[in-house]
């Protein structure tokens, strides 16, 4: 994959967060740093790419991608665009008090991110 020519920007994943990418079919996804498992829907084969590496992805619908073993760095094809910017808006919003998603109207059961956070017992 030429990365000087045809990636949109460069992401960081840490252990824990998946990439949610969709229609991604014909689109390229490099590995500059770490190791990431690939996976898209309707499709047994679930790849394991390590630093060096580029998938094409072959197939519209959901596709996943999720470091292995630590943090790894990934290159994306333009107009290959994260559904989810790798949970970081999840955290964001996890950090924030039970009440003031309370006011945002927002529970906490309703936002995905890794860890437990108790309950606000006043809400």
Same mark, same amino acid.
């Given at each position: 994959?030429?990365?000087?020519?045809?990636?949109?920007?460069?992401?960081?994943?840490?252990p824990?967060?998946?990439l949610?990418?969709?229609d991604?079919a014909?689109?390229h996804l490099? !590995? %500059?740093q770490? &190791?990431v498992?690939?996976?898209?829907?309707?499709?047994? =084969?679930?790849?394991v790419l390590?630093s +060096?590496? /580029?998938?094409?992805?072959?197939?519209?619908g959901?596709?996943?991608?999720?470091?292995?073993?630590?943090?790894?760095? !990934? %290159?994306?094809e &333009?107009?290959?665009?994260?559904?989810?910017?790798?949970? =970081?808006?999840?955290?964001?919003?996890? +950090?924030? /008090?039970?009440h003031?998603?309370?006011?945002?109207?927002?529970r906490?059961d309703?936002?995905?991110?890794?860890?437990?956070?108790?309950?606000?017992?006043?809400?």
């Amino acid at each position: 994959m030429d990365t000087a020519t045809r990636h949109e920007r460069q992401l960081t994943m840490n252990p824990g967060e998946v990439l949610r990418l969709r229609d991604a079919a014909g689109r390229h996804l490099g !590995v %500059v740093q770490g &190791a990431v498992w690939i996976t898209q829907h309707g499709d047994r =084969r679930d790849p394991v790419l390590e630093s +060096g590496a /580029s998938f094409r992805f072959d197939r519209d619908g959901l596709s996943l991608v999720q470091p292995l073993g630590g943090p790894a760095t !990934v %290159v994306l094809e &333009a107009g290959l665009v994260p559904e989810n910017e790798t949970g =970081r808006a999840a955290r964001a919003l996890g +950090g924030l /008090s039970d009440h003031l998603l309370h006011d945002l109207g927002l529970r906490r059961d309703q936002i995905r991110f890794g860890g437990h956070t108790p309950p606000c017992l006043h809400c």
